[in-house]
């Protein structure tokens, strides 16, 4: 145990100049503060070794039993407390520094927990480094380490005005993080997606980074809650990209996941994505084909869909597209004298309704001279001309005719042109000929 705040195993190290692990030496190292130490007047190193049972161990039970998420027994503990320290260039100060660590040993389990009070770091002549170095390949150096900020590491996520760094320190047992998430990253070009991941290494820190490939940067966020890391990506446009999460232990053991990308390319607001017709497609990424809404055209739904492409106004007039996310298009309206839509324009068609009898019909005759067999002759104004012949007058027969050349009284209606003599002869019109009975029909 070292006066300039480290633990050596197997040999004594007190080097007064801290640098980042590992060591060249390859020489286990535990730093809770490795700096520039001087103990002198009522300046002190305590330590002590524990075991069985005891308040100490039992506290660093339940600590390491919430930290690791297993239950943790110690077979016994290390404790060390550098007490009210001071630079070696000064025999006596009043910032003095305060910081202590456990080394608790579970058969071949090892961790170290680093402990410092919020305000009780505040010097630093060397730099000092703060880490461990089981080898070359197993160390870490905290984030803090020889920066100008590790005065600031009693303070760094305190809780309750305590800081603890906690490593795990064997290296036999050692197993590299689990990762758990989907192997598919959907999103949609003008949306955010999450991808969510649960991550874990009991008893372990573990740091996790994400590489992007393809068209990068595009806004991001990766957040943690305890063990669920959530990635949010957001796209304002398509962009083909995929990425790798990499999950990494204190022992530099890591974990990787390469989800396949999948890009819908079109706004959820112009169309939409199916995925069935890509179900064996293993690209990365890849990008989904849209089926645009009817207001839409274009490879990703980019572009106004042209009504005028499915319509043709009447006369070839000027067709205007209605905008999006409208749909179709418009015409100007119909000619004068023509009615429609300026698609289909016609001409109305023009009817005659019934002639409703009242005081402008100056004369009304009824014809009930005969019920079976009526025919009234009426004299017109002025001849009628038919095929070269004139006739001055018109026979109104009860059986729905009116004739020109003499009265019409056949009773059962034929279809024109008929074989019998008497109707073949005759100039008649029709509107309704059937068998009449006036006595009880009107």
């Not at 998430?181 to 997606?193: C, H, L, N």
Request: hydrophobic residues 35%; proline residues 5%; negative net charge.
């Amino acid at each position: 145990i070292s006066s300039n705040g480290l633990v050596s195993f197997g040999r004594a190290y007190n080097s007064f100049s801290p640098r980042n692990f590992p060591l060249q030496n390859s020489l286990a190292v535990v730093a809770p503060y490795w700096d520039d130490s001087r103990l002198s007047g009522s300046r002190q190193l305590r330590y002590q070794i524990v075991s069985g049972s005891s308040s100490l161990i039992t506290e660093v039970n339940a600590f390491l039993s919430n930290y690791t998420g297993d239950t943790f027994e110690a077979d016994w503990l290390l404790w060390a407390y550098w007490h009210d320290i001071c630079p070696y260039n000064r025999g006596n100060c009043q910032d003095s520094n305060f910081f202590q660590v456990a080394i608790a040993v579970q058969g071949s389990i090892t961790y170290s927990i680093f402990t410092y009070q919020c305000g009780l770091i505040r010097w630093t002549l060397r730099t000092a480094a703060v880490g461990y170095s089981a080898n070359s390949t197993f160390n870490e150096n905290h984030k803090l380490s020889k920066s100008s900020s590790v005065v600031n590491i009693d303070c760094e996520g305190a809780v309750s005005n305590w800081t603890n760094v906690v490593y795990r320190i064997d290296t036999a047992t050692n197993t590299p993080p689990v990762i758990e998430a989907s192997d598919t990253f959907m999103i949609t070009v003008g949306e955010t997606a999450l991808y969510t991941l649960c991550i874990t290494d009991p008893g372990d820190t573990i740091s996790v980074t994400i590489e992007f490939n393809g068209e990068f940067p595009f806004p991001y966020t990766l957040d943690q809650n305890e063990s669920i890391w959530t990635l949010n990506v957001t796209l304002s446009s398509l962009v083909e990209f995929n990425f790798t999460v990499i999950a990494t232990d204190s022992f530099n053991e890591t974990s990787i996941i390469t989800p396949q990308v999948i890009i819908c390319s079109c706004t959820s607001d112009k169309g939409n994505c199916t995925i069935d017709e890509y179900e064996n497609d293993t690209s990365n990424p890849l990008i989904l084909m849209c089926d645009c809404m009817e207001a839409f055209d274009g490879e990703y739904c980019e572009d106004d869909f042209n009504g005028c492409t499915e319509i043709s106004c009447f006369n070839n007039a000027t067709c205007t597209d209605v905008p999006a996310p409208g749909t179709g298009a418009t015409c100007p309206p119909c000619p004068s004298g023509y009615t429609g839509d300026g698609i289909v324009c016609y001409i109305p068609p023009v009817f005659l309704p019934y002639i409703v009898f009242n005081s402008s019909i100056s004369t009304v005759t009824n014809i009930t001279r005969h019920y079976f067999y009526s025919t009234w002759r009426v004299n017109v104004p002025r001849p009628i001309t038919l095929l070269g012949s004139a006739f001055s007058s018109i026979y109104i027969s009860i059986g729905g005719t009116f004739s020109m050349s003499g009265r019409f009284n056949y009773l059962y209606p034929t279809l024109f042109p008929s074989s019998i003599r008497g109707i073949r002869d005759s100039v008649v019109f029709a509107p309704m000929w059937n068998f009449y009975d006036i006595r009880r029909e009107g």
